[in-house]
């Protein structure tokens, strides 16, 4: 038997071709290499940050406990018209104030309520006080009644305005205009207070001083309506308080000083 022994040579040169040392790194990989570990690529992770609520604390206000406000888109009710001011009567009684004896009056270093030249100024120079002056008489129930309030010294909340149907210097009603274009009503009963309108954007309400207003309110039975500059602000049904005198106001809110005249006063019957 003949042995065929291979030609080293030709098999030198076979190994150094390209296409055997291709299948040799195959041939490695397949049986004696290990594929080198592949880690997961960390994925993001969304963090929930807590978003902040700002918390409105209410502060209890001496005069009156009504809820704080923020800044208020401009209202304008609709005009008035003659169902609102019905069977308005003869004139009852006009002060031109020139009889400081039909008027509380006081004075002290830091409050005054006296008259002036047909008018009667309130003003007021420590912070954060209310002072009123009201008529001996007559007692109304049912009225229309109109008076020019003009205040020179006046911002923000400071406020001013009317009383009506005082009983006691603990039992009235009282309309309110704040020297930044707001308006209410408060209920004073037994000397505790409410406010069955609390503060909201008036109506063509001038904002701070010097200006010149006319306040108007229709009182029939249980029900009043507010006016300012004969444009209708808002109405009130309440049947606690039914009769009692009329009164002007004014308070500061803040640091500084208030000063708001009043004239003019006309009280008209009110036809049923």
């Not at 041939?27 to 807590?50: E, I, K, Q, R, V």
């Not at 001496?62 to 308005?88: M, S």
Request: charged letters at 15%; proline letters at 9%; one cysteine or more.
């Amino acid at each position: 038997m003949i042995c065929a022994h291979p030609n080293f040579t030709t098999v030198h040169q076979v190994m150094k071709t390209p296409l055997f040392r291709f299948f040799l790194i195959i041939s490695l990989s397949m049986t004696g290499c290990l594929a080198t570990p592949t880690h997961p690529t960390p994925t993001a992770t969304s963090t929930l940050t807590p978003t902040l609520t700002e918390t409105l604390t209410s502060t209890m206000v001496w005069f009156p406990p009504t809820a704080t406000t923020t800044p208020f888109l401009t209202f304008t009710p609709p005009p008035p018209t003659p169902d609102q001011r019905p069977g308005i009567g003869e004139i009852l009684f006009r002060d031109d104030f020139s009889d400081p004896t039909v008027w509380s009056l006081a004075a002290s270093n830091n409050t005054s309520a006296a008259f002036g030249n047909h008018e009667l100024t309130i003003a007021i120079s420590s912070p954060k006080m209310y002072l009123f002056s009201l008529r001996a008489e007559p007692l109304l129930d049912d009225f229309y009644a109109e008076i020019t309030a003009s205040p020179t010294l006046c911002r923000g909340l400071d406020e001013y305005g009317l009383l009506l149907r005082v009983s006691t210097a603990a039992d009235y009603y009282r309309f309110s205009i704040s020297c930044d274009g707001q308006v209410r009503m408060d209920r004073l009963a037994g000397g505790q207070a409410s406010s069955p309108q609390p503060w909201m954007p008036g109506a063509l309400v001038p904002v701070g001083a010097p200006s010149n207003s006319r306040l108007a309110i229709w009182a029939v039975g249980k029900e009043m309506r507010f006016f300012i500059n004969d444009q209708y602000q808002f109405s009130v049904r309440d049947p606690l308080l039914t009769r009692g005198t009329i009164g002007v106001f004014a308070r500061s809110a803040g640091d500084s000083a208030v000063t708001v005249s009043f004239s003019e006063l006309i009280v008209y019957t009110v036809i049923k």
